[in-house]
Every structure is written in structure tokens, then in C-alpha cells.
């Protein structure tokens, strides 16, 4: 069950992250923890003793104001949604959001957070910190979603893999209450050809026993194209939500993200729900 969601919360006036989960919130009837972060500049140290301390703190008043104002407008579409919730303002040294962001999310259900934009907001540190580090599933929605949930057709990615296989079972909350649920193999030569597991057929047989009926279906792509094989079936279908698996590997300390991973981050168009 999703009983327990926090949400990343964005500056600007407009944070379909916010709204989104406020929407997720009221079909689960779930409690919403928003969290919104007031930075110190975090340049080096030589930097900073270049900066007049006036301009310092003109500088973190400002990003403390920016949270508060981000505070008060979900304080006010909570109380417009008629929902559970609570806010927290953070004050993170230096690049530490992220971590504080993903620990504090291994307390709940499920994380949301908005797409990185071009030339705007960088989420991309926040969202892979909590893919990775919160064993926590999360969904990232769009920065240009308008939309609130809508559970009408899912698109749930299977390469029969473990973090599929987490990806799916940690949404299984939402998939018993999709009306349409698709389960997407892309074809490629990296495809195990071992008949049933890969193909669906035992998926697809664990689903209906939680009362979730799937269509399996198979689409061909190079592996270079796997991302866009998934939003082109999405985009075919009228996909409403994506279920896959949060792909990287660990090199020198920091998590690196997989292809289809990265690709899905940069040019989804629809949300996207992420487990590793």
C-alpha cells in the first residue's frame, strides 16, 4: 500500500511534482510530507572568502524566502485537496541535499520528484540519490506535466531483470488500480531468449494473481534504442504511466546511471515509475 509519500518541492510557482503528488495523495488517501530546501552557496572555500559576508547572507535569505513561498502553496493545495500532510524546511550544507533527501526517504512509500529541465531546474544528483541510496521506489514526473495521476493505461518495462522485478512488485499498489496494464519487452540482442521468463508468460502469471491482467507485448529496437522504442509504444498506446526498473553501477564511489535509465530521465513524456 502507498500510505506515506514525500515530495521534493521545486521554487518555482509551478511544480507539477507538487500537484502531481497531491493527486497520488488523494487516490491513496495517503499522507504527504513535502520537503523544500533553502541553500547556502556552495562555492569553494577561496570563493567564498571572496564574497562580502553581506552578499552571503542576502544570498541564503533569498533561497530560505524562495522555500518558505514553495511551503505555503502546497500548504494551500493540500488544504484545497483535503489531504494528510505535513512540510519540512531544510537548510543542508554545502551539496548534501541529495543525501539528507534520500536518507529521509527510506521513511516512506514512495518519492516524487520533477524532471530536470533544459537550461533550468537540475534535479538529476536528488533523483539518483534516491533511486539508489533510499530502497525506495519514486516517481519523476515531467516538467512539462499538466496532468494528475491517471491510472488508465500502464506500461510496465520487463527484461526479466531483479530491478524490473523490484520495479513491478513495488508497484503493484498502482497497477490493481490501472484499467489497462501492458507488459513491454523491447527485443534487442541483449534479449535472453529463455522462453517464458523473459517473454512474460510467468509475469504475467504472478500479476493476475494479485487481480492485474497484462497484455504482453513485444516491440524490436537496437539496443541503442531502447529508450525510444519505450516512449514510442507509450505515445502509440496512450500511456498514462511508466513501471521499470532504475538501472546503474557503482564506479569510484558514485552511482552510474544505465542508458535506458538516463535516456528515460532526459526525454520521458510521460511519468515515469522508478525502483532499483
Not at 129 to 154: N, T, W
Not at 211 to 229: H, R, S
Amino acid at each position: 500500500m502507498i500510505k506515506d509519500i514525500i515530495v521534493h518541492l521545486e521554487q518555482a510557482a509551478r511544480d507539477p511534482a507538487r500537484d502531481f503528488a497531491l493527486t497520488i495523495a488523494e487516490t491513496f488517501d495517503a499522507h504527504l510530507a513535502a520537503v523544500a530546501f533553502a541553500y547556502e552557496p556552495d562555492f569553494p572555500g577561496y570563493v567564498m572568502l571572496e564574497i562580502p559576508a553581506d552578499i552571503v547572507a542576502q544570498m541564503i535569505a533569498e533561497s530560505e524566502k524562495a522555500a518558505l513561498a514553495a511551503i505555503e502553496r502546497f500548504d494551500a493545495g493540500a488544504r484545497r485537496s483535503l489531504v494528510s500532510a505535513e512540510h519540512r524546511l531544510l537548510k543542508p550544507a554545502g551539496a548534501s541535499a541529495p543525501a539528507v533527501l534520500s536518507t529521509l526517504a527510506r521513511r516512506f512509500d514512495l518519492g516524487v520528484f520533477m524532471q530536470s529541465e533544459p537550461n533550468g531546474v537540475d534535479n538529476d544528483d536528488m533523483i539518483e540519490a534516491s533511486l539508489f541510496e533510499s530502497g525506495r521506489p519514486l516517481i519523476v514526473v515531467p516538467y512539462i506535466q499538466k496532468d494528475g495521476l491517471k491510472l488508465d493505461h500502464v506500461v510496465c518495462g520487463w527484461d526479466g531483470s531483479r530491478a524490473a522485478a523490484r520495479a513491478i512488485n513495488d508497484g503493484l499498489p498502482l497497477l490493481t488500480k490501472a484499467t489497462t496494464v501492458d507488459l513491454l519487452i523491447v527485443l534487442n540482442e541483449k534479449t535472453n531468449t529463455a522462453p517464458n521468463e523473459i517473454r512474460g508468460a510467468e509475469m504475467a502469471k504472478h500479476l493476475a494473481r494479485h487481480d492485474v491482467k497484462v497484455q504482453i507485448v513485444t516491440v524490436p529496437a537496437a539496443d541503442i534504442d531502447v529508450t525510444n522504442a519505450i516512449l514510442s509504444y507509450v505515445a502509440d498506446v496512450s500511456g498514462t504511466l511508466i513501471v521499470m526498473g532504475g538501472y546503474g553501477h557503482a564506479k569510484l564511489r558514485e552511482m552510474i546511471l544505465g542508458g535506458v535509465t538516463r535516456g528515460m530521465l532526459q526525454s520521458m513524456t510521460v511519468p515515469v515509475f522508478m525502483s532499483h
